[in-house]
């Protein structure tokens, strides 16, 4: 079955930055929105940033202005990038995407670890 792929997490020093990148690890149906969300140790899974197909962007309210999210629909990818970064960003990231037709993300990543040290 084919699933998204996310790359680029990794250990960073508070204040760095980071790209996250998701693509289908196959052939995959042109996708809808796309996004990413996290979950920290102990609490619950959060929207991080979702961009529609049109470009159309959405963020969590405390992140906007740190984090951006692109795409490029060809491919069917997404990234974030993701700057001046904090302890409490600490968390594993997940790429989601919605196939057309759909009114929920049904493609999901399996996550990749993002440590921000202080």
């Known amino acids: 079955q084919v699933q998204l792929v996310e790359s680029g997490g990794g250990l960073v020093q508070a204040g760095g930055s980071l790209r996250l990148s998701c693509a289908p690890s196959?052939?995959?149906?042109?996708?809808?929105?796309m996004g990413w969300y996290r979950q920290a140790p102990g609490k619950q899974r959060e929207l991080v940033a979702h961009?529609?197909?049109?470009?159309?962007?959405n963020y969590a309210d405390s992140l906007k202005g740190r984090f951006t999210i692109s795409r490029d629909n060809a491919k069917n990818t997404v990234a974030l990038q993701m700057n001046s970064l904090k302890p409490e960003d600490t968390a594993v990231y997940y790429c989601?995407?919605?196939?057309?037709?759909?009114?929920?993300?049904?493609?999901w990543g399996q996550g990749t670890q993002v440590t921000v040290s202080s």
């Open positions: 196959g052939s995959m149906s042109r996708l809808n929105a």
């Open positions: 989601a995407g919605m196939s057309a037709g759909s009114w929920y993300y049904d493609y």
């Open positions: 961009i529609t197909r049109g470009g159309s962007t």
